[in-house]
């Protein structure tokens, strides 16, 4: 039973470069969501789907750009990484009749 | 704007002393709340919520929170810790309708002393 994964689990990346996380689940639940974590700040969610083909703003969206294509998938981009991207990403998904969201382990990301 | 607040940043227990982990929260509605824990290299699993009705909930591992309206708060306890128990733990609100977009404290890290 996978659930939320993520991939990939590790990444260092230059500035400027781009890149792009995946997450999967296999839960079939409509609304998914990205999260970054930074010690002492808890998470902070950065962009969020309610439903395949819809995307929203969180409370962190600047240079990050995310896509919703297929229900079961939520994709983060990074387009020109920045050193205050360095962090730790989550995507979650939730369980809508509970109110419970579902992790994924999480991406560990450096941008030097 | 809807926020959580961790007053503690790090707590240290004996192992099988009680535990209490402070939550306040500020939202205009009514709100949904969760505690999360975090163990190291790992995503978050849910240990308990409330929505509604019994003010006292259960979870698992043994933990239970009280929701207090008039002090806006959600204190997460536990009668006995085990060395297990040592993790980062996170407090959550949010909207009881909507897209569900939780605000989370700030965490407090666990660790236990043999």
């Known amino acids: 039973n996978a659930g939320v994964t993520q991939t990939p689990k590790f990444r260092v990346l230059k500035t400027g470069q781009s890149m792009t996380l995946l997450c999967a689940q296999d839960?079939?639940?409509?609304?998914m969501y990205w999260y970054r974590q930074d010690p002492g700040m808890g998470l902070r969610l950065i962009h969020y789907?309610?439903?395949?083909?819809?995307?929203a703003k969180g409370e962190v969206p600047d240079g990050y750009n995310v896509s919703r294509l297929k229900k079961q998938n939520f994709l983060l981009g990074l387009e020109s990484a920045a050193p205050s991207q360095t962090s730790v990403y989550f995507c979650?998904?939730?369980?809508?009749?509970?109110?419970?969201?579902?992790f994924g382990e999480g991406s560990r990301l450096t941008v030097l | 704007a809807q926020s959580v607040t961790q007053p503690d940043i790090h707590i240290t227990v004996s192992e099988g002393a009680s535990l209490e982990l402070r939550c306040n929260y500020s939202?205009?509605?009514?709100?949904?709340l969760f505690w999360y824990v975090q163990s190291p290299g790992q995503g978050l699993q849910l240990l308990l919520k409330?929505?509604?009705?019994?003010?006292l909930v259960q979870g698992i591992k043994g933990f239970e929170a009280e929701f207090k309206r008039s002090q806006s708060s959600f204190n997460l306890r536990k009668p006995s810790v085990h060395w297990s128990d040592a993790a980062e733990y996170f407090c959550?609100?949010?909207?009881?309708?909507?897209?569900?977009?939780?605000?989370f404290g700030q965490g407090t890290r666990l660790t236990i002393n043999p």
């Open positions: 839960m079939n639940h409509e609304y």
């Open positions: 939202y205009g509605a009514t709100p949904y």
């Open positions: 959550a609100v949010g909207a009881v309708q909507g897209a569900q977009k939780l605000v």
């Open positions: 789907s309610v439903g395949e083909g819809t995307t």
């Open positions: 409330y929505f509604s009705g019994d003010t």
């Open positions: 979650a998904s939730i369980k809508m009749n509970t109110g419970e969201l579902f």
